[in-house]
């Protein structure tokens, strides 16, 4: 099976979920992800397709409680492309990206826009309300490519396949009761105003080299 629209092909070794918009497999209110699993997430609504990416605005999609997910204190990757239309929304709740976390008082993690703090950064909250953001701000507007990594107590934010940002911190990323959301963080309810194209995550930190894999693989169908 190709996983790519592009030369090389993406990083396959360690990948549990794989949500691409291009796939075929989905329509109009499901997504259906790409890795070993298969799973089909439900969207809220259904979104703006184009061939190569879904765009949102008060929408979202529902993978459901998927346990390998659950990091706790193991090592991982998330990979991401997206193009914002803007870094609030209407409600004015923070924005959420990817995540599987049910509120500050739970474990688990959930990639965000912050509206208070951090407010131009990507931020990743690791377990109750523990935030580390990124250095460079998202760009409202075009396309760009962002990985989180986790190699034993170190995370790290990349930026389209370059180092962001580190930092050093013992958490249990588990919240077994919290579904997966995209588009959606489900401690606030922000939903994400934009396009999402390429949802990847493994189960371990991608090597600087992988991560540029990754970028390159997909670049093109961005024209970057």
Same mark, same amino acid.
């Given at each position: 099976?190709?996983?790519?629209?592009?030369?090389?092909?993406?990083v396959i070794t360690g990948?549990?979920?794989?949500?691409?918009?291009?796939?075929?497999?989905?329509?109009?209110?499901?997504?259906?992800?790409?890795?070993?699993?298969?799973?089909?997430? !439900?969207?809220?609504?259904?979104?703006?397709?184009?061939?190569?990416?879904?765009? *949102?605005? *008060?929408?979202? /999609?529902?993978?459901?409680?998927?346990?390998?997910?659950?990091?706790?204190?193991?090592? #991982?990757?998330?990979? #991401?492309?997206?193009?914002?239309? +803007?870094?609030?929304?209407?409600?004015?709740?923070?924005?959420?990206?990817?995540?599987?976390?049910?509120?500050?008082?739970?474990?688990?993690?959930? $990639?965000?826009?912050?509206?208070? $703090?951090?407010?131009?950064?990507?931020? /990743?909250?690791?377990?109750?309300?523990?935030?580390?953001p990124s250095v460079t701000?998202?760009?409202?507007?075009?396309? +760009?490519?962002?990985?989180?990594?986790?190699?034993?107590?170190?995370?790290?934010?990349?930026?389209?396949?370059?180092?962001?940002?580190? !930092?050093?911190?013992?958490?249990?990323?588990?919240?077994?009761?919290?579904?997966?959301?995209?588009?959606?963080?489900? *401690?606030?309810g922000g939903t994400y105003?934009?396009?999402?194209?390429?949802?990847?995550?493994?189960?371990?930190?991608?090597?600087?080299? +992988?991560?540029? +894999?990754?970028?390159?693989?997909?670049?093109?169908?961005?024209?970057?």
């Amino acid at each position: 099976m190709t996983l790519s629209h592009g030369s090389p092909a993406i990083v396959i070794t360690g990948l549990q979920f794989f949500a691409d918009a291009a796939n075929t497999g989905s329509s109009a209110t499901t997504w259906v992800e790409r890795g070993p699993y298969a799973y089909s997430g !439900t969207w809220t609504v259904a979104p703006t397709y184009s061939p190569l990416w879904v765009t *949102t605005t *008060t929408n979202y /999609v529902q993978f459901g409680v998927l346990p390998q997910f659950d990091f706790g204190t193991s090592d #991982f990757s998330i990979n #991401f492309w997206i193009n914002p239309t +803007q870094w609030v929304n209407g409600t004015n709740n923070s924005v959420g990206v990817i995540g599987k976390k049910t509120s500050d008082a739970t474990n688990g993690w959930q $990639i965000y826009h912050n509206t208070i $703090i951090n407010t131009t950064k990507m931020v /990743v909250r690791l377990t109750l309300s523990n935030d580390f953001p990124s250095v460079t701000n998202v760009l409202v507007g075009g396309w +760009q490519m962002w990985t989180l990594t986790r190699s034993g107590t170190t995370f790290s934010w990349w930026y389209n396949s370059v180092l962001d940002s580190s !930092t050093t911190a013992s958490y249990n990323l588990a919240d077994n009761t919290a579904g997966m959301n995209i588009c959606y963080a489900q *401690t606030w309810g922000g939903t994400y105003p934009g396009s999402i194209s390429v949802v990847q995550i493994y189960n371990y930190a991608l090597a600087a080299g +992988q991560i540029s +894999q990754n970028f390159n693989a997909h670049r093109g169908r961005f024209g970057i």
